[in-house]
Structures are given as structure tokens and as C-alpha cells.
């Protein structure tokens, strides 16, 4: 089942070049300095606000943001997150995505009570359900059904509760 992304075709040179016509480059700078900043923070409340207040994240009470997260650094406004989830070391978090001729959008919505092991992948338009578990370096590149344990690259379904 493919991932649930806006489609954008891009007729001259890569999607790419054309980055700063889909997006506000002030709006980069932006998020890419409060983005440095809360990955190196240790502090989860501070992080947590930053990334509701000056990057408009939906986050959840009581989650966390490990060291070295990277929320997307265009489109952090279409990431998602539930209460008590823990997002893992070195995570990035995708919501778009360029490619040679088109650029894709979508919303990632990630539950409550989920865990993400450190160094994983989650693209654009994918859907992580309540109570999953994600293993470490997981390329989540579909939907994770709730209280699902899944893994690998690419991703599996491990186990369904």
C-alpha cells in the first residue's frame, strides 16, 4: 500500500533546485537553527516546547525526543506525535521528500505509548499506531499497525499484538 503523500511534478531541473518555491527559505533558517538546538538539548520540556511553539509540532504530554532527533526540517508542522512516546536516538522524521521529477508532502502521525529505537527512518505520509514498537535503524517506510512490533530494512511486521 503506498504511503499517503501529496504529489507534486516538477517539469525543469530536479525538484530540488526548485526547494525554495515549495518552501520559505527564512522558514528553513528558522527551523534548522531550532532543530540544532533541541537536538543537543537534554532538557525534554524545553525540547518539547520548542518544537510545539516555534516549529507548530503537534507533540503529546510526557513524550520523548532522544538525543540527536531531526524533525523534518521543512515541514515540521506536518508531524504528529502522541502522549508518552519515545522517540529513539538519531531518529529523523520525514515529511517530505525531493526527488528527480516531483516532490512529495504527507503528514506523519505517530500514536501514544509508541517506541522508536534509535537510529530509524520514518518517511513522509506514514501512520505509526498506538502502543507499536519500532526497532533500532527501521526504515519505516508504510504504516505500523497499533501495538504492532516491527523492524528491519526493509521494514517487517515482527510480531502483531
Known amino acids: 500500500m503506498p504511503r499517503n503523500t501529496e504529489r507534486f511534478e516538477v517539469n525543469k531541473d ?43 509540532m503537534d507533540v503529546g504530554a510526557k513524550t520523548s ?25 538519531n531518529t529523523t522524521i520525514l515529511a517530505h521528500e525531493y526527488l528527480t521529477n516531483e516532490y512529495r508532502l504527507g503528514d506523519v502521525n505517530i500514536g501514544s505509548n509508541v517506541m522508536i529505537g534509535a537510529q530509524s527512518l520514518i518517511l513522509p505520509g506514514v501512520t505509526i499506531g498506538d502502543g507499536a514498537v519500532v526497532s533500532a535503524a527501521t526504515l519505516v517506510h508504510k504504516d ?14 515482527i510480531k502483531r499484538s
Open 65 to 89: 525526543f532522544a538525543l540527536k532527533v531531526t524533525p523534518d526540517v521543512m515541514y515540521p508542522e506536518r508531524i504528529s506525535v502522541g502522549s508518552n512516546t519515545i522517540i529513539g536516538f
Open 14 to 56: 530536479n525538484s530540488l533546485w526548485h526547494m525554495y518555491k515549495t518552501v520559505s527559505f527564512w522558514k528553513v533558517a528558522k527551523n534548522f537553527i531550532v532543530i540544532e538546538v533541541s537536538r543537543i538539548t537534554p532538557f525534554l520540556r524545553v525540547k518539547n516546547w520548542m518544537y510545539r511553539h516555534l516549529l507548530k
Open 144 to 157: 505500523v499497525p497499533a501495538g504492532a512490533f516491527v523492524g528491519g530494512n526493509p521494514m517487517q511486521v
